[in-house]
């Protein structure tokens, strides 16, 4: 895994690891599973944003570039089937602890928001 600065940044930074904390735990080892797959086509992958919506993550990734600076189609077609894939998964896990789940909402009369949840972890009081 590549460490190489960027900026005030290093390339890690700005990969799955680092923004394991902003995920619910429950999708954390589908998102380490993703990092690895992604690591093995492009160790210096980048990603543009990763956030949960609607009950699922949404991860894009920035482009890449060969050497002669042309656009890798290759590496966005194969990075953004493991993508598509995890998103899926990411909708059927529970964003708790990581079992069978469903999207549902999630809320009080201030603000509701649609959360992925397992029967247990639903049945819980919300904070």
């Not at 995920?23 to 080892?29: D, F, H, M």
């Not at 999207?103 to 509701?112: A, I, K, S, Y």
Request: with cysteine; glycine share 8%; hydrophobic share 30%.
């Amino acid at each position: 895994m590549s460490t190489r600065a960027t900026g005030h940044s290093t390339e890690t930074e700005r990969q799955i690891p680092a923004r394991l904390s902003e995920i619910g735990p429950g999708w954390r080892s589908l998102l380490q599973r993703l990092h690895q797959d992604l690591s093995d086509l492009a160790p210096d992958y980048q990603l543009d944003s990763l956030t949960s919506r609607f009950g699922g993550l949404r991860i894009s990734l920035a482009d890449r570039f060969d050497t002669d600076g042309e656009f890798d189609g290759n590496f966005a077609d194969r990075a953004g089937a493991l993508i598509d894939a995890a998103e899926i998964e990411s909708e059927k896990t529970c964003e708790t602890c990581g079992r069978l789940g469903r999207p549902r909402f999630h809320g009080d009369q201030t603000r509701t928001s649609i959360v992925t949840l397992c029967e247990s972890c639903h049945a819980r009081p919300q904070p």
